[in-house]
């Protein structure tokens, strides 16, 4: 892939000794996925101290398989849910956009899904979306502005 088709952009946020899935649904959120829930989302406590996200976008239609290539050639490493609802938490400033968290998918309904920030000025919300297709049935591209979130040394 050329460099030129792969945008970035980094984030540092401090993670605080906490405890709930629920309990990291930022305030400002205006939806929040009812799936999103301690049940769902057991919490495995994270080491407090500072995180460093890294955010993936593609100029052109880009399929998960050259995502993971293009993470791992950045040294970056998958984030898990914890990351992703921490990130929604913590940080004040952060891209608008979808932004896409390819944590362990977790059985939603009919499929899997991860978790997914939209974020638009102040608008804000939580709601889980398809990864890929585990079943290898149909090929799931991400288009241009979509955002992945990978983890980096902070």
């Known amino acids: ?70 993470a791992k050639s950045f040294g970056l490493k998958i984030p898990t849910y914890e990351d992703a609802l921490c990130f929604n938490a913590y940080s004040p400033d952060c891209p608008g956009g979808f932004l896409i968290f390819p944590h362990e998918q977790v059985e939603y309904l009919f499929d899997d899904r991860v978790i997914c920030l939209c974020r638009y000025g102040e608008f804000r919300l939580v709601q889980m979306t398809q990864l890929f297709d585990p079943k290898g049935i149909k090929k799931i591209t991400f288009n241009p502005g979509t955002r992945l979130a990978f983890l980096g040394s902070p």
């Open 1 to 70: 892939m050329d460099p030129s088709e792969i945008r970035s952009a980094t984030y540092r946020f401090e993670v605080p000794a906490i405890a709930t899935a629920e309990g990291l649904v930022n305030p400002k959120s205006k939806w929040v996925d009812s799936f999103i829930n301690n049940q769902n989302f057991p919490f495995r406590k994270l080491e407090p101290g500072k995180k460093l996200v890294e955010f993936l976008d593609f100029t052109r239609k880009t399929d998960w398989k050259e995502v993971l290539v293009v």
